[in-house]
């Protein structure tokens, strides 16, 4: 059998982090670009840390068409770049970067990803309060989609109070929407929690008991639950909070909508919606098939 889509003309994109062999990217970008009738081929590249703008000049040099990014080079990758996108530059990490004339740019899809989360179940965040779980890299895009979805409020929920403050100033900083910090114990306190995301390591791959979320009361009044987990599919928390009557999407979801986004910007192009849930779920089989 001969291959059809990778020939001399073949456009070449990758995945930059480290590990990268866990990966499930490749398998994501290869089959969008295929059932789009793309000629494009996506591989992994493990890369060291301090190595990164070594490998981006090289990849220029190559004419690799784009890369994803991811941990733990989503910053260091800033410094290697020709121009980077305002929101990314607000969100402090890059996750997609397309080649240009000049060098390239850097994108950040992740919270594109997330964005989608909503926009697919037409949820609107503007004027509804938003509930952070987590202050760290991941709860950055989240934190600034707040912002930028306009959001009545944020609240940010998190064990250590100096990291949540800091996400809190830095969205304050760029939005005028109000900004709150509580702990897990005052979780039951927050008016209104109609949007919760979830995006700490806790309930994540053995861990499968674990939530941050004890008092699960808490989810009486919130709408819909998006956990950037996605292994386990369905979390402990997740679990927890559609017992209490939310819809509960995990980070499956965040993952396939992040890469197309990239593919959108790689190819310049909108794949329509419906495409894009066809994409989405045969993806979905694949990866829970395993
Ligand atoms: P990532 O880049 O994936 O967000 P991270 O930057 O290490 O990873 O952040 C992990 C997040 O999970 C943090 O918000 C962390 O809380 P702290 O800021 O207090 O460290 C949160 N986290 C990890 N283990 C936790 C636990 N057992 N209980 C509550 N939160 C936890």
Known sequence: ?????????????????????KSFSPVLQNTIAKELGKSAAYVPFKVERGQVKTAVEGARALGIKGFNVTVPHKIEVMDALCAIDPVAKRIGAVNTL???????????????????????????????????????GAANSAAMLAGEEKAAKLVIV?????????????????YPIEVE???????????????????????????????????????DNVKIVVDIIYTPWETRLM????????????????????GLASFEIWHDMKVDRETAKELKEKLTAFYRRG
């Open 181 to 219: 910090v509580t702990d897990y114990d005052s979780i039951t306190d927050i008016a209104d929690p109609e949007i919760f995301v979830q995006t700490t390591s806790v309930g994540m791959g053995n861990d499968v008991d674990g939530t941050p979320v004890k008092k699960t009361e808490f989810f």
């Open 1 to 21: 059998m001969c291959v059809d889509l990778v020939n001399g003309k073949t456009n070449v994109y990758g995945i930059i982090g480290n590990p990268v062999e």
């Open 158 to 174: 998190n064990r250590t109070a100096e990291k949540a403050e800091a996400l809190a100033e830095r969205v304050r900083k760029y």
């Open 239 to 258: 679990k927890d909070a559609a017992a209490r009557g939310a819809v509960t999407v995990n980070g499956f979801d965040m993952l396939f909508y992040q």
């Open 98 to 136: 397309k080649l240009t004339e000049k060098g390239y740019e850097g994108y950040n899809t992740d919270i594109i990803g997330l964005k989608k989360c909503f926009e697919e179940r037409n949820i609107s965040i503007e004027g509804k309060t938003v509930v952070l779980a987590g202050a760290g």
